[in-house]
């Protein structure tokens, strides 16, 4: 006794110390487990009769181990004693195995699972004789001894066929045994049934099939060991399950004939009845019972037992999912054999009342409990009839459109819920997966497909817009997939709402995060980390879903039909929809890259449209979006060299046939289409390399390798980017307008329809540098664009606004580019049609005007006030000029209504602006085409420096004289005498212009030519340009004329003093007799005397009046207070005639002191209440202004023309009082003068005038006035007191408290 205790804690010593080197030492271990294996292998179960063992294991072992060792080597010994021990610490923890401590057992089972992976054979042996050696366990012992059994055959490489056999009748034994653990505890004895199987499936086979064919309906753990392994996830291979399956029809096909046994069909029904544990999962002995049932059913020669069995099937509840399911598998299998029962059975099923009840009165709160076993019947047969196609699919084509007219009738007819929707969409699945394997599929003709494309789209668009918890979108998309297949029937229409859906059902999802919130607001709440390709395969399927249309129809038009669906996500404003659609984009790209599908010999559609979206993504905010799409770009470039390489290839082979092509269809070889194709030699970029430049390189490249008409479209597609609201789409868009620009600029067609389209979109844009960017593309485009760039912002330049106006900029950003722009302009405005003969009494409509013509007018007004023109503009001043007076005349003879004229006085600006081109202050409509002419007239004038012409016409109110076809030849005359009395320069300039204008085959232009060199004869600039001689030619020329006008001009011309010099004499001798005639008291007389005498200085040119020019001074000065309102007009009239007919510097003294005095008589006048006499002042005091060589001559002429009040008249009275002490005196004395008058205008105008050289000059008025003038001047400024101007009242008032301190200083 004593020596088995010390053997025994020997070997409890030995154990643990094998533990601990089984633990540290791998290479022990590895030879223990080779050497567990051996034994499992080499020793066999022995019979209770020979085993004599004592009651605890570990003793019995030891005791076996020393009758042996003395045989052995000590190597042998060595190898003896570790497995002796192993032994013993595996029958200790079996033992241990019977504990109650989880935390014990758990750490038990975890060591006897790792022994059993290092040692397999030994544990297997260990525990198969501690069953044997305790027959009395516990039933919960027995329970963790079977899965240990379970995991160490599961491990084993192989198992002795006495080992399976003891395992099968130990697992036999225990399968239908009663015990408190129920179940549990049968399945665990059927599990080791199962890890038998998985060595050697045959002998369990054979008892499982021996169990069921024995006439009593066989107990479930047998139902549950064969739904195991019939099971996908059970322990047999492909080849073996197979075998399996082929033994268990076998099975079925015997057990045909407990179908009429009564007891049996009984309790199988209630099998297949019975309420489950746990309503989500199904037992395997359920499951299989379903599939077995099928199995029988469909090797039943009888049709009418298979309908009485799937009835009474179908006439359990339909509560349960699996349940559902199981019926389905069931009515399946029936369906392989006997199509038409099965489909005669749920045709009956689905008109019964029931079924009826459940699809229209259905009311979850008015239901019994056990109507809700027929609320989901629908369902049940949805999944039936998927299964049918599964597993009659042999059969199934000629029933398709009947089975698919009945699931799409449940499907619209039954309640919506989560149930009805996986239903169908799991028997639509099943259903189309078998036609489509079928034979004969494609090519026959289905009529349900276009009705169930239709239920797919209500189910996508009935998905929850901001959650994706189950495959369902997914699903309906594959549906669609393989629908397209089977060549759905779709027209245009409905495949693009059909896309629509599939793209907004995905597309259109919230990010993953936010999925993630709102799926945990369900009771059940889907754990999406647990599934996170969920997304990723329904957007799988949706690529997937593109690229069948594309293969099914694999042509260009079928590629732009997708891509224009994608590019309405692409220009979306969220960027994860960007995103979204961008990774799809590039998916069919690369789809199609990999796999040519398409024509080479075929074009394609809108490549430009998707180099431009391609590219505007690649400055997208988004940085995921931005590498997808140089990833889409480069995906573009391999797709195009590879197609057009082929193409290329392929007309290298074929010889090239003459174009017969009428429709208008591009071709690659086509030279008219003026298409760039690459040739094998161009293609010689690495396409490796594509995807490691930058986004605008990539661009670039992509560019090259398009056609002209494709680079039109990427120009289009830009343009069209700029109406965006999204700012970097907008900037995105110009920046790619400019780049195509700048890089084939030169090369594009339609430049005409593309600015217009720049012009539309402009208006929109809100980005500055995108703006500048859009200008600065216009600015290169007219570099070889300027005549179609020109005539299409002519058609919206009618009226233009502020975005046309920065185009027309735009257009002359350069100066070659302005000058081109001009040019084009002054050809459009000669482009006039000839005017049809009609009198002012009868006007044509205003609609025959050409408009072009008009805008040209229009716009060259405008651009006279633009920077980039202004060089342009003076260069071409001449041409400008000329143009302008003969588009006035032409407007003329198209008797157009007038403008109504409300006071052409009435002008509010200091100089001519671009608003002014826009027929004076009023901005209400634009004007009419003859004020808009004179306008641009008068600017002319005002911004090339002639403001000295434009300031005479415009003080001598002469603008007027253009209105009217007889009155036109004298403005045009008083345009020129301006001219020839201004800069010398300008005279020479327009001269060269008038010859080639007199030699124009229009009328009027050599009409205005004709004028103004009469004119101009009267100037010495001219015979710089033109010699005496050459003008006598020219005129005599033009005594030819066609024109009875031009000739009667030419006529007078040759009548110049310039060709006959006697006539000066001549003229000066009559002029003692006209200025005696001056004091008739006929006042028309003396008027037309004086306007003679000014003729006869106008007609003395350069001559001169001579020693006369003094009498005829003091002549017109006498009558300037004339009581005659003619006379004093006209007299005004003549003493600018004279100062401005003598030259500057060559003026005598006297003349000038004539000047001097008559400064303050015309000054008073400009407040005469004749408006005839008021112009004339103005303008001779202007032409005194420029002789006395005042300062600020230009704000001299803009204070007469246009300014108003006391302000206006105290810069002018600072001139006269700031000269000379003589002619000061001469000043104040005339306006003393004048405070005598009898006119109270020019009196109160006198005094203020006073008062004004009294405030700054008041000793020098002190000294002029005596007391009498200052009496008159305190009584006049009493008066001027009650004056209804409030300025002037007080100015008066001030002056009153003033005069005193003045009076006093006289004393």
Known sequence: ????????????????????????????????????????????????????????????????????????????????LEKACGAAICFKMLRDLSGSDPAHLSYTVRKIKSMAREAPGLVLEATHDYFTDNPEVSSWHKLRLFHVLETVIGVSDSLEESWEKAFIKLALENMAKSTELKEAYQDAASNLLVAVCRHSWRPVAQHLETEVLRGVFPHRSLLYV???????????????????????????????????????????????????????EQPPEKAFLFIFYGLILQAEDNGATVRKHLQTLLETSHRWPKQREGMAITVGLAAARHLEDVCAVLECFGHSEPVKCSLHTFSPKGLASEDLRWKWASSTILLAYGQMAVKAKAHILPWVDNILSRMIFFFRYSSWNETLKHSFLTAVLMLVEAVSHTSGARSHQFSQLSELSECLMVLLQKEPKDALYTPARQQAICVISSLCKLRLPLDLEKKSQLLSTCLHSVLALPPLDILERHTCLFLEPPNIQVRPTLYNETSE???????????????????????????????????????????????????????????????????GQLVAMLGVLCQDPDRATQGSSVEGLGQLYQLLMRQRAEASQTDTLVPEHPQASVDGALQWSSGDQKARLLTPQEVVFPQDRIFQLGSSQVIKEVMKRLTLAELTDLAWTTIEGLGSTSPFRVQAAASMLLAVIQEHGAQLETVANLGQA???????????????????????????????????????????????????????AELPGSRRVLATLLAWLQKRPRPTQTSNSSPQPKEKVPLRSMAAMNTLCKLQFAREFKETVQEAYPQLLLAFLAQVHYILELHLPREPQPCQKAQEAAMPSPQSCWGGAGPMTPPLPGSLSLDALRSLLATTGHWQSFAQLELQDAWHLFATMDTYPKGVGL????????????????????????????????????????????????????????????????????????????????????????????????????LSGFFQNSEPVVVHLMGTVSEVLHRLGAQGAGAQSLSVAVSARSFF??????????????????????????????????VHQSMVPLLLHLKDHCPAVVTQAKFTFYRCSLLLRWRLPHTVFCTLAWERGLSARHFLWSHLLTQRQEEFSIHLSQALNYLHSRHHHLKTWAALF??????????????????????????????????????????????????????ASQK
């Open 1250 to 1303: 006073l008062g004004y050289a009294t405030c700054y000059h008041p000793q020098a008025v002190s000294q002029v006035a005596n007391s009498g003038d200052m009496k008159l001047l305190f009584s006049t400024f009493k008066g001027l007191q009650k004056d209804p101007e409030p300025g002037i009242q007080v100015f008066a008032t001030r002056q009153l408290s003033f005069l005193p301190q003045v009076a």
């Open 226 to 280: 064969m739904g195991v392994l019939t099971s996908p996830q059970g322990p047999l291979s492909q080849v073996d399950k197979a075998s399996w399956e082929e033994q268990l029809s076998k099975i079925a096909a015997q057990a045909v004939q407990f179908l009429n046994s009564d007891v049996w069909s009984k309790e199988l029904l209630w099998a297949l009845t019975k309420p489950d544990q746990t309503h989500q």
């Open 975 to 1074: 345009l020129a005498r301006a001219m020839v009395q201004g800069v010398r320069g300008q005279v020479k300039d327009v001269t060269r212009q008038l010859l080639h204008s007199l030699r124009s085959q229009e009328e009027r232009e050599r009409k205005v030519a004709i004028l103004i060199l009469n004119e101009f004869l009267h100037s010495p600039a001219l015979l710089e340009v033109l010699s005496e001689q050459d003008a006598l030619t020219l005129l005599a020329q033009s005594l030819r004329d066609p024109s009875p006008e031009v000739r009667a001009l030419s006529l007078q011309g040759l009548g110049n003093i310039l060709f006959h010099p006697e006539k000066g004499s001549l003229l000066r001798r009559q002029l003692p007799h006209f």
């Open 541 to 607: 399927a949706l690529d997937q879903l593109l690229q069948t249309f594309l293969v099914e129809n694999p042509t260009a038009d079928e590629l732009h039909f997708l891509l224009s669906h994608l590019f309405t996500w692409l220009v979306s404003d969220k960027a994860l929809q960007r995103q979204r659609a961008m990774n799809s984009c590039v998916s069919l790209l690369k789809f199609l890259s990999l796999n040519l599908h398409l024509d080479p010999k075929e074009d394609f559609k809108r490549v």
């Open 758 to 812: 720049i012009h539309l979109q402009l208006g929109s844009v809100r980005v500055p540098q995108a703006k500048e960017d859009v200008l600065l593309a216009v600015t290169l485009l007219a570099r070889n664009h300027t005549p179609e760039l020109v005539a299409a912002f002519l058609d919206f330049s009618t009226p233009p606004n502020s975005h046309t106006f920065q185009l027309w900029r735009a257009l002359g």
């Open 1121 to 1154: 207070d004339d009581e005659r309102e003619g006379i004093r007009a006209a007299a005004m009239a003549l003493f600018g005639d004279l100062v401005a007919a003598t030259a500057a510097g060559r003026e005598t003294r006297s003349l000038r002191t004539q």
């Open 1 to 80: 006794m004593d020596w088995k205790s010390s053997e025994k804690a020997g070997s409890h010593s030995m154990a643990d110390s094998m533990s601990s080197a089984l633990s540290q030492n791998p290479r022990v271990s590895a030879h223990i487990s080779e050497s567990s294996r051996d034994l499992s292998c080499r020793r066999a179960p022995q019979s209770p009769a020979r085993r004599d063992r004592a009651a605890h294991p570990t003793t019995i072992l030891l005791c076996k181990s020393r009758s042996s060792q003395a045989a052995l080597a000590p190597q042998e010994h060595r190898a003896f």
